[in-house]
């Protein structure tokens, strides 16, 4: 008589059990955010220089031939916005896979918080557009809480909301003072003069300058507290998951 084995059930799905170092990806954030900050600042100045040297050629202070030998001109932007395209590229995708490894190791630190969301939506979250701006606290604040098992996470929770409500209010400042700018581009008469004078573009370059000025002001606070809350968690994570690796 031939018996048939009884069918197997497959295995259920657990969460991963091994967790994944983050200190790396924090420090490579870090870096990328200081490169494109070094690139912001650079366009801020360029954007005032341009002012300032189309402002003595109106005046009368520089001749055509000495303001477009000096003149950074929209070729000088673009490359800057080319260069600046793959560090934001690089800087997200690296910021998401620090999200994901951070929740994953704060749930194996912390098995029995009550976590709000899942490491793939806690990537998936980051990614939505608007939306993400609500998500953003609660994902990093159970990350915060979950990687420090047994000790109060308050002060870097607190650092999260503030670093939120930050992030909101600049990108709302940001928003409804756009409208309050001029943003005049260069434009020129058949015979190569600046058109009307040159006073529409003057006007049109020092908007640009203002805004770009002031994004980047309301912006820089909540990006250096990003950067702190990302080596808060980086560094509580790596010394109770890999100690082997603290100097």
């Not at 031939?2 to 657990?14: F, K, L, R, S, Y």
């Not at 900050?37 to 009368?60: E, I, K, P, Q």
């Not at 309050?180 to 058109?195: E, I, K, N, Q």
């Amino acid at each position: 008589m031939t018996t048939v084995p009884p069918p197997v059930e497959p295995a259920p799905t657990t969460a991963p059990t091994h967790p994944r170092p983050i200190s790396g990806l924090g420090t490579a954030i870090g870096a990328l955010n200081i490169a494109l900050a070094v690139l912001l600042v650079v366009f801020v100045v360029t954007d005032w220089s341009n002012y300032r040297l189309l402002s003595d050629h109106v005046n009368g202070r520089l001749s055509a031939d000495g303001f477009w030998e000096q003149y950074s001109s929209g070729f000088a932007s673009l490359g800057l916005g080319l260069l600046a395209l793959p560090l934001i590229v690089a800087t997200c995708i690296t910021w998401l896979v620090w999200i994901h490894r951070a929740r994953t190791n704060a749930g194996l630190l912390s098995p029995g918080y009550r976590f709000r969301y899942s490491p793939g939506f806690s990537v998936g979250g980051m990614v939505v557009p608007f939306a993400n701006y609500w998500w953003f606290r609660p994902i990093l604040e159970d990350i915060c809480i979950g990687s420090s098992p047994g000790r109060p996470a308050d002060g870097t929770v607190r650092l999260v909301r503030a670093c939120w409500g930050i992030t909101v209010g600049a990108t709302l400042v940001s928003m409804l003072i756009k409208p309050f700018f001029s943003f005049h581009v260069l434009t020129y008469t058949p015979d190569g003069r600046l058109a009307g004078g040159g006073a529409d573009a003057l006007q049109g370059l020092l908007g640009i300058a203002l805004y770009n000025t002031v994004t980047a002001l309301v912006f820089a606070p909540a990006c250096a507290m990003l950067i702190t809350i990302i080596r808060r968690v980086s560094r509580q994570q790596t010394e109770l998951l890999f100690p082997a690796q603290q100097a």
